[in-house]
């Protein structure tokens, strides 16, 4: 038998809860901010446990695998320096036959290191929480990549923090293209358990034979968020789906999303 | 009573809520994050008056929401819906007993993320589902049906130490003391 209290503290809690799930987008992300505050000292300590951590680790390595780790980052720098300058005379020659033709010249992409910090504490969404706000330069929708491949796009932007929407989100959709064959197609959220194997689905924009396992996916630029070119990863598989208007393909992801620490945020 | 198990109640909820940002244990293909607040809104609402779970729930809840990706307050109905149930039964259940609050923990484990899951789709709102989530539930259900009996016997500690203690009986009865002299 409820009595009169009873029904006063369910009332409240019901009416609380619309509220807040009817509150305007700028009145909840104000709230969201605020109530992110509370956690910004556990962010902290967090941070701190990891630098303390690594820094421990690193004096249990030797001095002799300290010198062959240097030196193996000498000969990747060098040989990194040789690819570099190959790709500086190829974008300058780019640029110029750009202009001949009167084409825009491309922009070249600025980068901003940043931290991940935190994950999706549900399993409702993928993101993450990157060290890297709007006091930074964040700014919503800039992607996020690492040196393997794509990652997201910026989600949502506070003043010290970033969500990053990753690839297979529902608010992460990514026009791509196959490198080989140039079919047009998209990667949509994902439907299944977040793989380890980091496979996501694309779906080609018409029936693709050409497409096979072992072509390379990258940005196509189509839709004005992430600049073209951008490694996104490998085909797997095909299959045709719809009665074989469409392919479907499963692309295994160029960036480990499950191992996921620094992050580059392209940046204006 | 003493306010400082209540206090311990809402700090343990606050790190519990950022320790799932954190930990992202694997089990087998699945990744399952290590949600206890279940747990949590279980102990209080055996040991706690209601406008404390209330509070537990809408504390807990919004601090989820605010760091995950979801709309604001997705999270506190379903957890004082597990509170409101158990509080009304609470002088039916055996509280004491271990297997009941596993029972119970596994229980709420299971009926939080469904109970979202429902709250989600009502509202139209974009998020990923398939049928993977059967095995994430149940997973939820096994973690927080482990780890309540801990929590009780955790918070029961707390409470013995900050808490008053209950005033031991005496073999004094005044319907049997001798008067002596005259009335």
Known sequence: MLKRAHYWVLGAVVALTLVLLNLPPLAAGRLRTGIRSLFLPLFGVSGAGQSFVDRASFSALTRASLISEIERLRLTNQWLQVAADQGRDALAENDRLRALISWQPRAPWKLRAANVIAREPTTWWRTATLDFGSRDGARPNQPVLTSAGLVGRLREVEPTQSQVALIGDPECGVSVVVVETRDPGVIQESRSAPDPDGLVVMRTLQHSPATMAGHHVVTSGLGGVFPAGIPVGQVVDTRSVDGGLFTEARIRLGANLNQLEEVWVVAP | ?183
């Open chain 2, 1 to 183: 009573m003493s306010w400082i198990p209540t206090i311990a109640l809402f700090l343990v909820a606050w790190l519990a809520a950022f320790a799932q940002t954190q930990f992202r244990p694997v089990v087998g293909w699945l990744e399952t994050p290590v949600a206890v607040l279940p747990a949590l809104m279980v102990y209080a609402a055996l040991t706690h008056p209601l406008p404390a779970v209330a509070c537990l729930a809408v504390f807990a809840g919004l601090s989820l929401d605010a760091l995950s990706a979801g709309p604001l307050g997705i999270s506190v109905l379903p957890l004082f819906a597990i509170g409101f149930v158990l509080h009304l039964r609470q002088h039916l259940i055996l509280r004491e007993q271990a297997y009941a609050q596993a029972w119970l923990g596994a229980a709420a484990g299971v009926a939080m993320p469904l109970g979202t899951w429902v709250l989600l789709e009502l509202g139209s709102h974009t998020f990923i589902t398939g049928p993977f989530l059967i095995v994430q539930f149940v997973i939820l259900g096994l973690l927080n049906g482990a780890v309540c009996p801990g929590v009780f016997r955790t918070f029961d500690a707390i409470r013995n130490v900050f808490d008053y203690q209950p005033l031991a009986e005496t073999s004094f009865r005044p319907d049997r003391e001798i008067v002596r002299g005259r009335r």
